[in-house]
């Protein structure tokens, strides 16, 4: 049997043990209620970067269409530059030029003008008279002001 000073030591033991079960538990709650908060804190974080990382592949996405957009831009100028370049080219070959300017080279079929009437000629500068002549022996033509190259003729495709 044990004496009452016995029982009230065992008793102030167990009390010192359940105290410090308490204490232990209460720092336990402490570290829980920090951990929680830092795990709520690092959760918004991550749904934060998640919405950044998301933004960033969103407008990575646009980025990539307007540079599609900006190289096929690109390319319509290309095309419609080269296209005035031909358009200009084709011009050039087929306007009238003045007689006193500029002449063709011997030889060369023509369309030349008085500027009323058009005639398929050649040009001879061996001739001092009229050095417009017309194919297939025609007469001389007089009074030349204008003439221009013949156009190409077409190619099969």
Same mark, same amino acid.
């Given at each position: 049997m044990q004496t009452i000073e016995e029982y009230k030591e065992y008793t102030k033991q167990l009390e010192d043990e359940v105290k410090q079960w308490?204490? !232990?538990?209460? !720092?336990?709650?402490?570290?829980?209620?920090? $951990?929680t908060k830092e795990n709520l804190r690092l959760e918004r974080e991550r749904v934060e970067q998640n919405s950044i990382i998301e933004t960033c592949a969103n407008e990575l996405e646009e980025l990539? $269409?307007? =540079?599609v957009e900006w190289d096929l831009a690109k390319a319509r100028i290309k095309v419609i530059e080269n296209m005035a370049t031909e358009i200009a080219k084709l011009k050039e070959a087929q306007r009238w030029r003045k007689c006193s300017e500029e002449l063709p080279e011997d030889g060369a079929e023509v369309l030349a003008t008085d500027g =009323? =009437?058009?005639? $398929?000629?050649?040009?001879?500068?061996?001739?001092d008279d009229s050095p417009w002549f017309q194919p297939d022996g025609l007469p001389h033509i007089e009074g030349v002001t204008h003439w221009k190259p013949l156009p190409s003729a077409p190619k099969e495709e």
């Open positions: 308490h204490d !232990a538990f209460d !720092a336990s709650q402490v570290q829980v209620k920090e $951990l990539r $269409l307007h =540079e =009323e =009437e058009i005639w $398929l000629c050649h040009k001879d500068t061996m001739c």
